[in-house]
């Protein structure tokens, strides 16, 4: 006899959006989900309301307006190398190169730009581009050898760092014109209040349409939708919230456009992710390789596509890094970079076994990497003590991806 029930996948979906379709059913479902390991960006929130109340009761400095500002322009930095990062961690890879990387881009700018004339946009496209190359050749060391990533971005930190000192030269520093569109787009250039305010729209403009697209499809397929207010409530709170943070900023100098494009960089790379074949194909790679290759990927040009637009990022980080500090310099893409971009990563909620993150990732991370740098230097406390407080903020975070993944395989949610 035939069945006419749906199939079992689409009830469970069906009573998912039954038991949430209230405020309080859709609570009793969040706090169902972290109690199964998805915990979300919930550490990253508490993470930054502890930061802040620390910080703001040593130093009240730290939440004033343009104290925010200059995190901001701080973050769009190395949180454009974290974006690239978080790509190769979601095929459960590493890059240790990336602040390298970004520190030759910053060299090759400062070299081709200052010193032999090119114009800066040429610079700049030759400068990613050497970024690209490098990550294609990371792609074919491990699909044709075999390499592991840690060994390739090892020997590559190695290597080009070696090429960046030797195109600056004895010199090592190279100072770039502060009357140029690039320096002052690092350091000064900051959007009009009515495009800021304009902007802060679109998140919740984007939600109410794509929920509303959601509830017509599940509509037209005999499924139950949810209610309108819900999606109301999550748009409005949103909208809320990214407003005040503008007007706040506004309060002193404003948002800066770096900060913005880094912001449309994580959401072109979410919406790949999320919404293109290549994105689910770089989740189910990261989540079982052979079983992506069964399944018909191909998963040798998906690693290549990865490392190469991981270290375009990288370099993209060092350009932006340039014309934050007016400078290209033997300096740039050393100390901490590498860490912060990795720790911001792994910190806003991208798994080092792969399979599990997202671009916001990389956003949410940064704000909490550079809001520790950023209070401690308030505090006028050693860089010794931030690294190792950075350092424990990346164990902590390591542990918490770790307790909350043994979570989702005891649910059965792996």
């Known amino acids: 006899m035939s069945q006419t029930n749906p199939p079992a996948a689409l009830d469970r979906s069906d009573e998912r959006v039954r038991h949430d379709d209230t405020i ?14 998805d915990l979300g960006v919930l550490p990253v929130v508490v993470g930054l309301i502890v930061i802040s109340v620390v910080f703001t009761s040593l130093n009240p400095v ?29 095929l459960g890879e590493i ?55 840690f060994i390739i971005s090892l020997a590559g930190l190695l290597a080009v760092l070696g090429m960046q000192l030797y195109i600056l030269g004895p010199t090592g520093s190279i100072n770039l014109p502060y009357a140029s569109p690039l320096v002052k787009f690092g350091q000064i250039l900051i959007m009009p209040k009515w495009l800021s305010h304009s902007l802060a729209l679109l998140p919740g403009i984007v939600i109410i349409l794509s929920g509303l697209s959601t509830a017509k499809r599940r509509i037209a397929a005999g499924l139950s939708a949810r209610p309108m207010s819900l999606l109301l409530v999550k748009a409005g709170a949103i909208t809320l919230g990214l407003e005040f943070a503008v007007y706040y900023l506004n309060r002193g100098r404003g948002v800066p456009y770096m900060f913005m494009l880094f912001v449309v960089l994580v959401v072109a790379l979410q919406y790949a992710l999320t919404r293109t074949q290549w994105g689910r194909s770089m989740f189910a790679v990261g989540g079982n390789r052979e079983a992506a290759r069964r399944a018909g990927i191909n998963v040798k040009r998906i690693y290549m596509s990865a490392f190469i637009l991981c270290s375009s990022l990288a370099a993209l980080g060092g350009v932006l890094s340039a014309s934050r500090l007016a400078s290209s310099s033997q300096q740039a893409g050393t100390g901490d970079v590498n860490l912060n971009a990795i720790a911001a990563a792994v910190i ?48 902590i975070a390591v542990i918490v991806d770790s307790l909350a993944r043994r979570s989702r395989v005891s649910h059965g949610r792996a």
């Open 24 to 37: 309080g059913g859709a609570l009793r479902a969040f706090i169902d989900r972290v109690k199964a390991g």
């Open 62 to 90: 730290f939440l004033a307006p343009n104290n925010l500002v200059n995190l901001l322009f701080d973050c769009a930095t190395v949180g454009v190398i974290s974006l690239g990062i978080v790509c190769v961690l979601l």
């Open 95 to 149: 890059d240790l190169s990336a602040g390298s990387v970004s520190g030759f881009a910053s060299a090759v700018t400062g070299v081709l730009w200052v010193n032999m004339g090119f114009p800066v946009a040429v610079a700049i496209l030759a400068a990613i581009l050497a970024g690209s190359v490098i990550g294609l050749i990371y792609s074919l060391l491990f699909n044709k050898i075999g390499m592991p990533s």
């Open 348 to 395: 806003g909620g991208t798994s080092l076994f792969g399979g599990r993150g997202s671009a916001y990732s990389a956003l949410l991370g940064i704000i909490v990497i550079q809001a520790i740098s950023n209070g401690l230097t308030l505090l006028n406390l050693s860089s010794s003590l931030r690294y190792m407080i950075t350092g424990a903020v990346l164990a």
